[in-house]
C-alpha cells in the first residue's frame, strides 16, 4: 500500500468519526423534559417490578438488543422482542404495565405499527425513539425522543451510520441515568457480573486476599531490626507490621527501610525496629473491595497496605503481588 493511499483511508474514517461526533453533539444539545420524562417513567416501572421491552426492525433491532442487554447488565429486566416473532406468540412476554422502548428512525416501520394495537391492549406505556417526531409511531407513543440525525456517516448518505450511534447512545444513556436515579451500586453491579475478571474485581474483599495468621509478620516497637528481618524470612514478605501490646497499628518496617538504614548505619541490626519504622503508614479498612485498593498502590508509590478493622487494630496485609495472583488487575 503506498503512502497516499495509506493516508485516504485514514482521512476517510476520520470523517466518519466526526461526523457522527457531530451528530452526538447535536443530540445531547437538544435533549428536553422529554428524557427526563423517559427515566422517570422506566424508574417507576421497574418499581412496580415490570420490565422493559425493546423493539425494532433490521438495524433498529440490532442496536435494541445491545440496549436490552445494557439495561439487564444493570439490574433493570428488558427483553429485546423480535416484531415478527411477536406477531406469532412472543407477545406472551408483554405485561400489563411493562414499558416499551420503540426504535424506528422513520416512524413508519410496518412490522412495528402493525403490533401498536396487541401492545396498547395489554397496557404498556410507550416510549419512542425516532428521527421524525412527526411519524405515525411517535402520534402513538406517550414519549418520544428525538434522534434526528443531519448526515449519516455513509459517503452516500444511504446506509444507517448516524442514525444507528445515535439511537445506540441514547439507550445508554437512558440506561445509566436510570441506574443512577435507582441508587444501583457497585455491588448490585458485581451480583450480576460473576463470571470472569469483572466479577473478581467486583466481588473480592481486602480479607479475601490479605496475608494473615502465619503469614502476616507481626512485631512489636522495641523489636530489633535483626529479629524483625527473621520475621519477614518466615511469612516470606518485603515488611514486617509494627503494633502495640493491644494490638493496634504502630508502624510499618519494609526490607527498603533496612536497606537505607544500613547504609546510613552498618549496626542497624541491634536497633529497636521503632528507630526506622515509618509511622502512621497507609492503611486500609477490613471491608473495603480488593479493586479499590489498587489506586491506593498507585497514588503513594508502595507495595504493602496493612488491613485493619474500625479500631485500628492491625488484622492483615496486602502486598501488590496478591492483587496480581487474584486477578484484581
Partial sequence: MDTETEAAYIAGAKAVLQTEINELHRMAARLDASFAQAVDCLRRALLAERKVIVIGVGKSENIAVKIAATFNSTGAPC??????????????????????LALSYSGETNELLDLLPHLRRRGVTIITLT????????????????????????????APTSSTTVMLALGDALAMV?????????????????????????????????RKDQQLALVSPSTKVAEALKAMTRCRAGAVVVVEADGLLAGIFTHGDFVRGYQADRHIADHPVSQHMTRNPVAVREDRLAAEIVHVFEQHRIDEIIVVDAQRHVIGLVDVQDLSRASIF
Fill in 79 to 100: 427483553v429485546a422482542l423480535n416484531c415478527q416473532n411477536a406477531s406469532h406468540g412472543d407477545l406472551g412476554v408483554v405485561c400489563a404495565g411493562d414499558v416499551v
Fill in 178 to 210: 436510570l441506574l443512577q436515579a435507582r441508587g444501583f451500586a457497585a455491588e448490585d453491579f458485581a451480583a450480576l457480573h460473576p463470571g470472569g475478571q469483572l466479577g473478581r474485581r467486583l466481588l473480592i474483599r481486602v480479607t479475601d486476599i490479605m
Fill in 131 to 158: 428521527g421524525r417526531v412527526n411519524s405515525t409511531l411517535a402520534a402513538h407513543s406517550e414519549i418520544v425522543l428525538n434522534v434526528q440525525v443531519e448526515q449519516e456517516a455513509c459517503p452516500l448518505n444511504l
